[in-house]
């Protein structure tokens, strides 16, 4: 099972460093390519900064996985199966999932909303499903593959609420400041249209941080045991 687990983290790992090493190549002389370098450059993209979150994750794992832990107990746990375990379940695992079905979802309705058929020359099918496919099921494989301590209370929502209105502050300031919108989905819209639309998109953020630890706990069992653990408790 831990061979497994390394091969897949290593696997998903390659294939997001790959994927960002193709993606930050600007589109020469496509009419892309003015906009790929504009205001922030491919970190106005969520799916870009999630990319990166999801890659940094993955290399924590594999990283784990020769030098860290994988105890059920709190007290037994290295800094870095601590790290692994925040970050999945905090933000790597709803922001995957949000990511993948809000652009699917998006493409399905009207592809020119969120990715123009125009990006098909320079902007692979392969790497399409590296940006928008691998962050959701990466992160399902990871909650079916590895056992997790998730965190109780409201405090578990707050990981997800802090990034969600830092990158709604930062393609607001890029509207403001550079003319434009991140995505054409928000230039056929009106700002009451706008508003409602942003502000339905944090419902399945937080909805995805809800429904993390109980699928969890249907393939693993109860985590209390783990949980009731931290004081370093035996076995």
């Given at each position: 099972m831990?061979?497994?687990?390394?091969?897949?983290?290593s696997?998903i790992f390659?294939?997001?460093v790959y994927?960002?090493y193709?993606d930050v190549?600007?589109?020469?002389?496509s009419?892309?390519?003015?906009?790929?370098?504009a205001?922030?450059?491919?970190?106005?993209?969520?799916?870009?900064l999630?990319?990166?979150?999801?890659?940094?994750?993955?290399?924590?794992?594999?990283l784990?996985d020769?030098i860290?832990?994988?105890s059920?107990?709190?007290?037994r746990?290295?800094?870095?199966?601590?790290?692994r375990d925040?970050?999945?379940?905090s933000?790597?695992?709803?922001m995957g999932?949000?990511?993948?079905c809000?652009?699917w979802?998006?493409?399905?309705?009207?592809?020119?909303?969120?990715f123009?058929?125009s990006?098909?020359?320079w902007?692979?099918?392969?790497?399409?499903?590296?940006m928008?496919?691998?962050?959701a099921?990466?992160?399902?494989a990871?909650l079916?593959?590895?056992?997790?301590?998730?965190?109780?209370?409201?405090?578990?929502?707050?990981p997800?609420l802090?990034a969600?209105?830092?990158?709604?502050?930062w393609?607001?300031y890029?509207?403001?400041?550079?003319g434009?919108?991140?995505?054409?989905?928000?230039e056929?819209?009106?700002m009451?249209?706008?508003?409602i639309f942003?502000?339905a998109?944090?419902?399945?953020?937080l909805?995805f941080?809800?429904l993390?630890p109980?699928?969890?706990?249907?393939i693993?069992?109860?985590s209390?045991?783990?949980?009731g653990?931290r004081?370093?408790k035996?076995?």
């Amino acid at each position: 099972m831990e061979i497994f687990q390394t091969l897949l983290h290593s696997a998903i790992f390659a294939g997001y460093v790959y994927g960002l090493y193709y993606d930050v190549k600007p589109p020469q002389g496509s009419e892309y390519e003015s906009a790929f370098w504009a205001m922030g450059g491919r970190f106005k993209y969520l799916t870009f900064l999630d990319a990166l979150l999801q890659c940094g994750f993955f290399g924590l794992c594999v990283l784990n996985d020769f030098i860290g832990s994988e105890s059920p107990v709190y007290a037994r746990r290295s800094l870095l199966q601590r790290l692994r375990d925040w970050l999945f379940t905090s933000l790597v695992l709803p922001m995957g999932v949000f990511v993948s079905c809000i652009f699917w979802a998006l493409y399905a309705v009207d592809r020119e909303l969120i990715f123009p058929a125009s990006l098909d020359s320079w902007f692979p099918g392969w790497l399409n499903h590296i940006m928008h496919t691998l962050p959701a099921v990466g992160a399902i494989a990871e909650l079916y593959s590895v056992c997790h301590c998730f965190q109780k209370g409201m405090k578990m929502y707050y990981p997800i609420l802090v990034a969600y209105f830092l990158y709604l502050s930062w393609i607001c300031y890029i509207a403001y400041a550079a003319g434009f919108w991140v995505y054409p989905v928000f230039e056929v819209l009106d700002m009451k249209g706008r508003t409602i639309f942003l502000a339905a998109l944090l419902l399945p953020n937080l909805l995805f941080v809800h429904l993390g630890p109980r699928l969890h706990n249907m393939i693993w069992g109860s985590s209390t045991k783990m949980q009731g653990k931290r004081k370093g408790k035996k076995e």
